[in-house]
Every structure is written in C-alpha cells, then in structure tokens.
C-alpha cells in the first residue's frame, strides 16, 4: 500500500456553506519534518471529528491537501439522521438481525453523541433538533415501512407509521403512509468540522494545508508520511480520512461513488410550519430529501446518478436541480420558493449502507476511515470513537459492524 489517493474533483456549483460565517481554522505550511503521536490525513468532517475525539490524550497532526472543509463535507446537506439507508428490516436480511439492530442503536447513539459535542464544545453551527418523516415511494411502500416501524418499535426507536390520512392531516402530504422518527437534527456541515477543528487545535493538534501526503510506509515503530512538500511527518499511527478519495489499498468491497445533487432556495422560502422541525426523504430510488435551514431556506437534495463523474457537468446540474425542484413543488404545492445556490458532488455507496472503518491491510498502525451513504456525518462520529477505542483500550464493542467483507 503507499497512503497516496485517486484525485476527484468533489464539487460543481457553489454550496451554501461556502459563505457561511465562522469557517476560519488556524493551518500551518509544512515547512520541516514533524514527528507525533497520530496523523489524520482529511481536515473534512471525519478528520475533524477525529482529531478532536484523538487530542483529548494524544499529539495530533492533520494534513489535507485542500484548504480544510473543502472535499464533500462542504457539499454535504446535514441531515443528521441515525436511520440508515438501509431500512432495518433490509438491513436485517442483508447482515443478520442482531448486526442490523446493534447499527441502528449505534447510529441512534452517534447523533446523540454529536448533539452532545456541539453543546458542550458551544459549537455554533445552526445545529437543530428535528423529527424524520420518511415517506413511501417506490421502493419502499406503504407494507414495507409498516413492518420497518414495527421492527424499530420493538428495538425501542422512536418511530410509528403514519397512514395517508394521518399523514395528510398532520402534513398535508398524499402518499400511502410514512414513518415518523424522533432525535435527528440539522446542522451546517462547514461551521461544525471548523469548530471541531478550533477546538482541536485548542487542545495541541497542528493542522497542516495544503499538503498532499503522497506515500506511507510502516514499521514496528510507526508509520512515515511521505508528502509533495518535501517533508515528512513521522507517527505512531494514521487514520486516513479522505473522505470518497479512496486510499490505495485499502480494500472496499461493494462501495462505489456516484454522484448527487442538491439546491438550496433564497431565505424564508414559503412552506408549511411543520417544516422548521422535520426532516423528510422518501423511500424511492432516487430519493428526494429536503429540510429548512435557520434562516428559513430549504435544502434540497436528490437525484442520484452511478456515473462518479456526472456530477462535473454544469447542463447536468441545471436540469437535475430543476428535477429536484419540480418534485418538491409537486409534493408539497404550497410552497413557494427561488433556488439560490446549486451544486453537486460524489458520493460513496456501500452495499449495506454501512460505513468502513478498519485497519489498513498489510499496513501496521494505520486506519482509513470511509462514511459511506446518506448518513455519512453519523458515520463520522461512530469512526472517531471506534478509532479512540482501539488506540486507548483494545477496542469497541460494535467494531466489527464496520469491517469490509
Ligand atoms: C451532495 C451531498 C449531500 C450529502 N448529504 C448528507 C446528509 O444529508 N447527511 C450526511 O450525514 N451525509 C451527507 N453526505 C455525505 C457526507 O457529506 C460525507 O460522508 C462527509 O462529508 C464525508 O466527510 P469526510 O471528512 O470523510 O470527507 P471529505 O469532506 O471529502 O474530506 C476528505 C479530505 O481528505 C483530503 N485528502 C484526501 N486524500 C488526501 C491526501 N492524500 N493527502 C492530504 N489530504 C487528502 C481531501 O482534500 C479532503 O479535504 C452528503 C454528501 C454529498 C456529496
């Protein structure tokens, strides 16, 4: 394995978080050698939750090639969710029902932990609690999310099903019903990873950008970071965080990148009250997701493509947003909204949703860390504590959850 990784332009359009105040983390220009104890290659979302878990008891040195926030974390739309892709029921089949509920409880955890972090780090980041209305579509229907409610109901989850006229009285909404889940939450993706960051760097971490880690080679001792400024970073151990920058090596069975849209409208679009306290996606393939940010804009997403590269075509992203809008306006006819901002980006699948997150083979003291999926912000956090774990006391109890194969 060498540490280096495939180059992917992540991002077309300009994302809303791009202009979003409080985005500032102090970065250092790699100018000599530095030794410490772990170096997390990534200063996205998982390299931030990462450094900020790990700078608690260890020195820490992140390094990101691009300016910090700047790969898929500053496309994401921050539904911070802890219901999986994969409905549990699915799930269950796919993986056994007792790996399926421990991912749910785990996941239900990770957001409980984020909101925890934000509160006590006071990260302003317009974190805010919601509900989850998850609608039947087309590959989920009314049968199927009635037994998945169930399912989460006996795990202890706080989700019903909604028929269509409970649905239509609380929502407004015509389908053939839905589940209602509580303890999700929004946030800004940028603000969060840079208040994660300044804290890090509060706690001792050195933030290094830009600087392209090009090759790593282990030994008993540790891992030697070589990078394209000339300098290399020695360590006890890595966690590569590169986001869906896979590094070579590292396997990843079943994952594949695609590509995503999403569209945020001018501020206080006109909508539905109900709509400031839930987020809401569909059972359909693809999927529409939306939610209202604090200053009463929508973030919309949806309309995913295989093709890892589609989402670089500007006609593209004109026509797949005014998908994205038309499917919103037809869903809920009442609101009234401009589009702002537009942008696209790539976007890892694995085949159970779930993330990886292990030890690189054949590659002695080093992690690589990938959040798959539209959870990839709960991923986030979960890899940060497994990874603290396993470097402070031998290990998680839900680890193996996150092993490819
Ligand atoms: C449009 C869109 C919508 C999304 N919506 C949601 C959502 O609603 N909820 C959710 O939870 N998730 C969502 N996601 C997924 C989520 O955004 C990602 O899981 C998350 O951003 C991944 O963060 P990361 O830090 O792992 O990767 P990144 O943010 O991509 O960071 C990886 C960093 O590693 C750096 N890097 C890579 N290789 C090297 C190297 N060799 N040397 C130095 N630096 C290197 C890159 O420059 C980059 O900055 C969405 C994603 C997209 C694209």
Known sequence: MTGATRKRDLRTGRSLWADSPGLGVPTRILSEAVVCDVAVVGAGISGAFMAHELSRDHDVVVLDRRPPLTGSTMASTAMLQW????????????????????????????????????????????HKDKSALYLAGDAYGRRALEAEAEARAALGLDSVFLG???LRARFGIERTGAILSQGSA???PARLAAGLLRRADKAGARIFSPVEVIQAASDP???TLLTDAGHAVRARRVVFCCGYEFPKGVPTPGAEVISTWALATKPRARCPAWLRDALVWEGSDPYLYFRMGGDGRLIVGGEDEAD????????KLKRKCATIADKLRRLLPEVEFEIDYAWAGAFGESATGLPSIAPVPDMDHAWAVM?????????????????AAAFRDGGDADADLYRPG
């Open 83 to 126: 219901e999986i892709d994969l409905p549990l029921t699915v799930l269950s089949q796919r993986i056994g029902a007792d790996k399926a509920q421990r991912a749910y409880l785990r996941s239900f955890a990770a957001v409980s932990a984020l909101k925890q972090i934000v509160a006590d780090e006071g990260i302003r980041c317009g």
């Open 308 to 315: 890892p590269m589609a989402h670089a075509d500007p006609q």
């Open 371 to 387: 959040g798959f999926g539209g959870n990839g912000i709960t991923y986030s956090v979960i890899a940060s504590q497994v990874v």
């Open 221 to 223: 001792e540790g891992v």
């Open 186 to 188: 929004g946030a800004d």
């Open 164 to 166: 269509p006229a409970d």
